[in-house]
Nanobody
Framework: QVQLVESGGGLVQAGGSLGLSCVAS????????MAWFRQAPGKEREFVAR????????VYGNSVRGRFTISRDAAKNTVYLQLNSLKPEDTAVYYC??????????????WGQGAQVTVSS
């Protein structure tokens, strides 16, 4: 089956940057989209960013637009999330996911294990 393995989480000061990586294995993803979600303690899971595997078109959540950048390297089966200008409210567990458009809704079939990002004041 498909496996998504994340790396790059850690502790960073407010205003700093972090980079997350998500490596996919098991199959080709040309017809998939890749996305990042995050979840802070006591809060709902929040959409962060999405990118199409083949074309590279991107969509960002309102809370991160202009600060975070999603990208992918198809040859390496890897999707990245660059987190810039970090704020304490960005503290969360970040999950990568692979999904498909089913009807008018994206369905995410595979999920990474999560990476903790902590932003200190």
């Amino acid at each position: 089956q498909v496996q998504l393995v994340e790396s790059g989480g850690g502790l960073v000061q407010a205003g700093g940057s972090l980079g997350l990586s998500c490596v996919a294995s098991g199959r080709a993803f040309s017809n998939y989209v890749m996305a990042w979600f995050r979840q802070a303690p006591g809060k709902e899971r929040e959409f962060v960013a999405r990118i199409t595997w083949s074309g590279g078109s991107t969509v960002y959540g309102n809370s991160v637009r202009g600060r975070f950048t999603i990208s992918r390297d198809a040859a390496k089966n890897t999707v990245y999330l660059q987190l810039n200008s970090l704020k304490p409210e960005d503290t969360a567990v970040y999950y990568c996911a692979a999904g498909r458009l089913v009807g008018l809704q994206y369905t995410y079939d595979y999920w990474g294990q999560g990476a903790q990002v902590t932003v200190s004041s």
